[in-house]
């Protein structure tokens, strides 16, 4: 049944949230030309075109949430359909941007010496027996762009990889499919591998270091989800945030790394993030240290995306960021459901903040 539409945003769940703060100065310098300077007072988005995009939100039958922010104050939040917008849903691979964070934090406390360190010098006990000599070279740059080179564990072979008695093991010792450093080939197992790293070179949980380095700070929840058999959490997929939580995650990178005045993730591993890296096999669209990266009518966007549509967008030039979930049983292809929301931020959301 199509909803009823709506006549005004009065009638969304509209959230104060904090004054807009300053943000352009502290992002990434390869975004922060555009970035547009909030006023005195947050504005918000055009009245009409915010009913628009909420309606349009609301027809698409797959989405359960959306979080609409801009300058830093929650401008609508509603749950259209599923849990609302407080309660901790499954964010699925967004949860690879989250790691991603939290490996920016372990080199900037020293526990990693650089993107360039190869799982030899870190960690050597997570390579398996038999392994080919080429695996003990792969970088943790590597690991974080998915370009490592051994045949994924993603898609056909995702079943196979956690049925299998060590998923560290099974993803390293996987064949090669391309050389390491030559382009993206999406795996969730990569990122299960840099998380098994960061315990490893922690003696920590990945949840653990989750709560300290991210939870804490940022004044969010992050429950436990999926461990392996050896008890390492899923370092790619099946994180748990409220849609609101990830807002607050969104918004800290669009202020560079910086939370409540204090610096979360550095700003040099902000800049580092946002730089185009390799390219995805599938939307064609650039992608950085966890981060895909594109582009719409002269705004450049940083979004984190997860299986079934659950999304994290960030349009520095326009002070924006938008969370997306959606039901995550159902697929979302670039060229279906996520083509879609990508349509409902460039062509709904953005015009409303650009006409604001």
């Known amino acids: 049944m199509e909803p009823n539409p709506r006549s005004t945003p009065d009638r969304r769940t509209i959230l104060a949230a904090a004054a807009a703060s300053a943000v352009g100065s502290l992002l990434p310098r390869s975004l922060s030309a555009t970035v547009a300077e909030p006023p005195a007072v947050a504005k918000s988005l055009d009245s009409t075109l ?3 995009a909420l309606d349009r939100a609301a027809s698409l039958d797959q989405l359960h949430a959306l979080v609409i922010g801009r300058h830093s104050t929650v401008v609508a939040a509603e749950a259209f359909r599923g849990p609302p917008v407080k309660r901790a849903v499954n964010v699925k691979s967004v949860s690879k941007t989250i790691v991603a964070s939290l490996t920016g934090i372990a080199l900037d406390r020293g526990l990693l010496d650089g993107t360039d360190a190869t799982l030899r010098e870190v960690a050597p006990g997570l390579i398996p027996k038999g392994a080919d000599p080429r695996v003990g070279g792969i970088t943790i740059a ?3 762009t998915m370009q490592a080179g051994l045949e994924p564990t993603s898609g056909p072979g995702y079943g ?3 049925e299998s008695r060590n998923w560290v093991a099974d993803a390293l010792g996987r064949p090669f499919v391309a050389e390491p450093g030559e382009r993206m080939i999406y795996s969730t197992g990569s990122y299960h591998i840099l998380g098994a790293v960061l315990a490893h070179v922690s003696g920590r949980s990945l949840l653990s270091l ?3 380095w ?3 700070p940022l004044g969010i929840e992050l429950a436990g989800w999926t461990r392996d058999p050896q008890g390492f959490y899923l370092g790619g997929n099946n994180m748990v945030l409220s849609p609101l939580d990830l807002f607050r995650f ?3 990178w669009s202020r560079g790394g910086v939370w409540d ?7 040099a591993w902000a800049q580092a993030s946002w ?3 390799t390219r995805s096999p599938y939307s064609g669209d650039a992608y950085g240290y966890g981060w895909f990266l594109a582009e719409s009518n002269n705004h450049r966007i940083a979004y984190a995306r997860g299986y079934g549509g659950q999304m994290l967008y960030l349009v520095p030039s326009l002070g924006l960021t938008v969370v997306v979930t959606s039901d995550p049983a159902r697929p979302a292809r670039s060229d279906g459901y996520v083509g879609e929301l990508g349509d409902l931020l460039t062509g709904h959301i953005m015009p409303a903040a650009e006409r604001a």
């Open 50 to 52: 915010l009913t628009r």
């Open 214 to 216: 991210l939870g804490r």
């Open 142 to 144: 590597q690991l974080l």
């Open 275 to 277: 730089v185009p890296r």
């Open 160 to 162: 196979r990889w956690i």
């Open 250 to 252: 969104g918004e800290m």
């Open 261 to 267: 005045g204090r610096p979360v993730v550095s700003a």
């Open 210 to 212: 989750a709560r300290e």
